[in-house]
């Protein structure tokens, strides 16, 4: 994402990507209905976990400075309790690294 690029909301995403699906054919965008679906479960009171880190409501944008500090949260975290304890915390390291990712992917075609 530019210095300069909007910062666009989980709903903004998602509306973008539904009416522009050929711009994003080679991105896995399910991370947008993950994250949107886990703002529905109870227990996450209406928010998600950006990176599995940062919570936030749907409405929120998404910036530069909230993408920087889930980076630095995972950072912080690495240095904290070196990594992984196990193999079930290990997969969710990963998939949160690889809904992380993909996030960022569509907010650059954005």
Aim: hydrophobic share 30%; aromatic share 10%.
């Amino acid at each position: 994402m530019s210095k300069n690029a909007s910062s666009p909301s989980l709903i903004q995403l998602i509306e973008y990507t539904d009416s522009n699906p050929e711009k994003f054919s080679h991105i896995d965008t399910s991370v947008l209905k993950e994250y949107m679906e886990n703002s529905t479960k109870k227990y996450y009171d209406g928010k998600y976990y950006l990176g599995g880190q940062l919570q936030l409501l749907p409405s929120d944008p998404i910036t530069m400075d909230r993408i920087n500090e889930v980076n630095q949260i995972n950072l912080e975290k690495e240095k904290t309790y070196g990594g992984q304890c196990n193999m079930w915390e290990y997969a969710s390291i990963m998939h949160h690294n690889q809904l992380f990712e993909c996030i960022q992917k569509i907010i650059a075609l954005y």
